[in-house]
């Protein structure tokens, strides 16, 4: 399976070595402070720790960077790790990521659990979600027309159309980020 995944972690946990061996490309960022290729949209899937990356953006460490990936970054599923309990206030770090892998989860079943994200990840339906979210289009007429220019759009792999109706629609001209949205759903 084709995708690029981001780990983010300030220890090296034998499970990235585990990811690496079963032969995805994944990225190993202890801190989290370089997000030029979060703001890209490089990684379909970023698995996240909660202590120890992020402090730069607050105190919420790990939560602060999910929500400031979530952000930036539509398209990529967000898999919270950690194997500490968290408080109340923290447990939002868990609710805000799309699901939980904990750390003692074992091997392979944290691999079947990552492959099924990227899966996710690469889906048609999502990467059409993250691109109506990176456009803010919240009128669902207009959430509709978009939806059927782009069925047909993929059905007569007519990249181009699409970002000619963006651009007449809302105002999208050439913007990186979407251009990588339109590039992944005409994979």
Not at 6 to 32: M, N, W
Not at 40 to 47: C, E, R
Not at 82 to 94: G, I, M, P, Q
């Amino acid at each position: 399976m084709k995708g690029r995944m981001a780990f983010i972690d300030d220890e090296e946990p034998l499970l990235l070595d585990h990811i690496r061996k079963s032969g995805f490309a994944v990225d190993h960022d202890r801190d989290g402070k370089d997000l030029r290729n979060y703001e890209l949209q490089l990684y379909d899937v970023a698995i996240v720790d909660y202590y120890g990356v992020g402090q730069h953006l607050g105190a919420g460490q790990g939560f602060d960077l999910l929500k400031h990936l979530k952000r930036v970054s539509p398209r990529t599923r967000l898999v919270a790790y950690t194997s500490r309990s968290l408080n109340a206030s923290e447990s939002e770090f868990f609710r805000q990521s799309h699901v939980v892998l904990p750390k003692d989860l074992g091997l392979g079943d944290s691999l079947t659990l990552i492959e099924d994200q990227l899966r996710k990840a690469l889906s048609k339906d999502h990467l059409f979600e993250a691109l109506i979210t990176k456009l803010s289009v919240s009128n669902g007429e207009e959430r509709e027309r978009l939806r059927l220019v782009l069925t047909n759009a993929l059905g007569a792999r007519k990249k181009a159309k699409v970002k000619e109706y963006l651009v007449k629609a809302v105002g999208v001209g050439a913007e990186k980020t979407v251009e990588v949205l339109i590039d992944k759903l005409f994979i």
